[in-house]
């Protein structure tokens, strides 16, 4: 446990840079996706390439856990101007997490429940659970706004769990990309 303080006081430091960097790719990833369709009731299934992240690994063995809820994000809007939206981002989340955990950590491992006890923690050799969660999602279409752009942002909070699952760190992110609007119409 040890550890998780050393990594809390440091808020996994990706530096300024680092961390925008990131928090953009998320957001494009998922703005892409609002841009591809364009007629009046849209279903958009999140896809896409989810590049390496260029960050420093920490030293650290954690379980993750992907609610139900997580995996399986949609978010539904019906707009005046622009009809009705569903866009299923689940899967796209959990795939992007997948690389920058496996990246960012020594070693990962996918855990079935939010709350472990501290016998299978040990058994596990984990230094603590970490549960990442969409906290707000919204996105702007060029008939919203009233600017030639798309654009979209996704918060996430991202919450470290010690071996009593206690709360060790807390981290909001949040993700904003935007592209014009022109660039996806057919």
């Known amino acids: 446990m040890d550890k998780l303080r050393t990594y809390r006081n440091r808020q996994l ?15 494009a990833v998922f ?9 009046c009731s849209k279903t958009v299934v999140i896809q896409g390439a989810v590049p390496t992240p260029l960050v420093s690994q920490i030293p650290l063995r954690l379980g993750i856990y992907y609610s139900d809820s997580f995996k399986n994000f949609s978010y539904e809007e019906s707009l005046k101007s622009d009809g009705n939206w569903t866009i299923e981002l689940g899967q796209q989340n959990v795939l992007f997490f997948r690389e920058l955990f496996t990246t960012l950590f020594l070693e990962v491992i996918e855990v079935d429940q939010e709350q472990l006890s501290a016998e299978t923690i040990q058994t596990l050799g984990l230094d603590g659970i970490l549960v990442p ?5 919204g996105f702007l279409t060029p008939g919203i706004s009233g600017l030639n752009f798309y654009s979209a942002s996704v918060k996430y909070n991202l919450r470290l769990l010690n071996g009593q699952a206690s709360v060790a760190g807390e981290w909001h992110v949040v993700g904003y990309g935007k592209s014009e609007g022109g660039t996806f119409q057919g």
């Open 13 to 27: 430091k990706l530096g300024s840079s680092g961390k925008n960097a990131l928090a953009s790719r998320i957001a």
């Open 31 to 39: 703005l892409v996706s609002v841009l591809l369709l364009s007629a």
């Open 133 to 137: 969660e969409i906290e707000e999602y």
